[in-house]
């Protein structure tokens, strides 16, 4: 029989073009010998087309496993596998703990330097409460701590650039990240799995503008890859390393993908962040890097959907009354 599969795409966020797009991109590579798809769509405003997953088990008759391809807020931090989980439904992708704490940039920093992962030096401002003394010098980059896709970053390379940056951050998040600029390279990799995960081989990112912003990644289609990167082994297998060592301090589990900042002047190495639903477009680097690994896109999505039915199997050995 066929594997029931709900792809939720869509959603409440500044990321919605980038889901419909990563959606389309799923589905097309979706072997259609395997898999019943389902189309569940939320609108900019929140509502659910054709109709929404109620959050009761076994209230969703027709669904196997959904397979959420909700980039940002309320998709990817944790919002909507709290209602899978409710539903009683397995899904593709890390759980409600993982993915919230891997959204907010604060707190998954906070766990990487509890296990000793190099992460960048940065400050936490709440808006309202905007007053800033920058310890770091110039230049900082300035981010919402909770949204994806570089959506609301800047870079400040002066006191009153860093105010404007501030104000721009704190209209997509009520916190706000303030790092201390890294001058170098930028660097990605892709991890898979549940208990035991594995990294792909990483890719360099080459921006066309002054960094890798929302515009470089998906309008302009001037930014430029490396993959496999050109690095000595030792640095890739570093890299590796470090990737999976995110992913279990964050506790993922099925899919995310590591970015890092390589500091050209000290040759260190810095986790930049961990992206719990990483883009699945044409370009999408997700794939494409298990792709170099010897993963074929609709290889990978088979995995990703075993994966996610392998932890609903787990669970059943988990008692939750006396």
């Given at each position: ?44 405003e ?48 890390p ?74 951050a ?24 549940n ?44 890299i ?52 170099a ?6 290889e ?7 994966l ?15």
């Amino acid at each position: 029989m066929k594997i029931r599969v709900a792809v939720l795409y869509g959603g409440r966020s500044g990321e919605h073009e980038v889901s419909l797009r990563s959606a389309e991109s799923i589905i097309a590579a979706m072997d259609p010998g395997k898999y019943e798809i389902e189309r569940l769509f939320i609108t900019k405003e929140g509502k659910w087309e054709p109709r929404p997953i109620l959050p009761e088990p076994g209230a969703n008759p027709g669904i196997d496993v959904v397979f959420p391809v909700l980039h940002g807020t309320f998709g990817e931090d944790g919002t909507v596998q709290g209602l899978l989980e409710l539903a009683g439904l397995p899904y593709v992708g890390p759980g409600v703990l993982a993915s919230a704490v891997s959204m907010d940039k604060d707190v998954m920093k906070r766990l990487c330097r509890e296990k000793g992962l190099p992460v960048v030096e940065y400050a936490v401002l709440w808006r309202g409460k905007l007053d800033f003394e920058n310890p770091f010098g110039y230049p900082v980059f300035v981010k919402p701590a909770n949204l994806g896709s570089s959506v609301g970053i800047s870079k400040a390379t002066n006191a009153e650039e860093l105010r404007k940056a501030i104000a721009a951050a704190a209209e997509y998040d009520r916190k706000i990240i303030v790092e201390r600029g890294i001058a170098g390279r930028e660097f990605e990799c892709s991890v898979l799995g549940n208990e035991h995960p594995c990294a792909s081989l990483p890719c360099e990112i080459l921006p066309s503008r002054d960094f890798y912003d929302y515009e470089d990644k998906y309008l302009l289609d001037k930014a430029k890859t490396v993959l496999p990167a050109d690095l000595p082994d030792a640095m890739i297998e570093e890299i590796r390393r470090l990737a999976v060592a995110c992913y279990q301090a964050t506790e993922c589990e099925g899919m995310a993908r590591v970015d890092f900042l390589l500091e050209t002047a000290t040759g260190r190495l810095y986790i930049n962040e961990i992206n719990t639903i990483p883009g699945f477009t044409s370009i999408s680097m997700y794939p494409k890097m298990w792709e170099a690994s010897g993963i074929p896109y609709s290889e990978l999505i088979d995995r990703l959907i075993a994966l996610a039915l392998e932890r609903a199997e787990a669970r059943k050995a988990t008692k939750y009354t006396r």
